[in-house]
């Protein structure tokens, strides 16, 4: 098996951006359609006009050949560098965290089965990650993902391992500096990608891309969602003045965990 990693260098200076799809195997509709925006960029059809966009259609070619959500172990916890490779998912870590540490921006395109909605996982208070994040056309976002997962697996004390536990790839790639998302689509919005391969993340729906800047959305209709509480030192108001924050996500059968 080998991971297929595409770059697009422009002439003008910028930050990277990365892609990353079906980092769980089973989750295709990020490989379709990162794999549709290859096709336009090498057509001819979008352009890039600063900085470098890095894709990885498929993160965990094992799994996506044989449909499952991972082989040995969840690629998406404990992905750090490690000096033994015990799993098929640890072989895939020093392929993935340099491109990871490399990067400005990543989005980690996942999906789930059930209808609810697109929505946006979110890691703290950064209000730049926040900023790329709005700019994605998304009005549903998750915050406390990390320290929920901890309470639910056990890890209550803040230790270094029980946050190498829960460390996955937007998390890895906060580490390194980097804005990082997790974008999820619900199973109707995946069976159009899938199916059609029309649709790709709104910030990429444009003849000419360029990311050197993510600008603000101007939509004002935004709900706040929060799981374990909010970021520190945010309000409601800090948001828009319609955004409403919620302990439960409002949204029929939103998966578990990512």
């Known amino acids: 098996m080998t991971i297929q990693v595409i770059r697009y260098h422009t002439l003008q200076p910028g930050p990277t951006l990365l892609l990353l799809g079906a980092v769980h195997g089973n989750e295709t509709c990020g490989a379709h359609a990162i794999k549709h925006l290859n096709a336009l960029l090498d057509n001819a059809r979008v352009h890039l006009t600063a900085g470098t966009l890095i894709t990885v259609p498929i993160a965990n070619p094992k799994a996506y050949a044989t449909h499952q959500r ?13 000096a033994t490779c015990t799993y098929y998912e640890d072989h895939l870590t020093p392929i993935l965290c340099p491109l990871l540490a490399e990067a400005d921006c990543v989005l980690d395109l996942h999906s789930y089965t059930s209808q609810g909605g697109p929505f946006i996982f ?29 309470k639910a697996v056990g890890n209550t004390n803040e230790t270094y ?62 709900d706040i969602l929060v799981v374990g509480g909010g970021p520190a030192g945010s309000t409601a108001a800090s948001w828009t003045s319609t955004a409403r924050w919620s302990p439960v996500m409002p949204m029929s059968g939103w998966p578990r965990w990512r």
């Open 161 to 222: 391992q029980a946050h190498l536990e829960s460390m996955g790839i937007t998390e890895y790639a906060r580490a390194k500096g980097a804005l990082a998302i997790t974008l999820d689509l619900d199973g109707d919005i995946a069976n159009i990608v899938q199916s059609e391969h029309v649709s790709f993340p709104p910030i990429l729906q444009t003849r000419k891309i360029r990311i050197n800047r993510c600008p603000m959305a101007t939509d004002t209709s935004c």
């Open 122 to 150: 979110l890691g703290g208070n950064n209000s730049q990650e926040t900023t790329y994040a709005r700019a994605l056309g998304v009005n549903h976002f998750i915050y406390g993902w990390q320290d929920a997962y901890n």
């Open 70 to 82: 991972f082989c040995e172990r969840n690629l998406n916890r404990q992905l750090y560098p490690k």
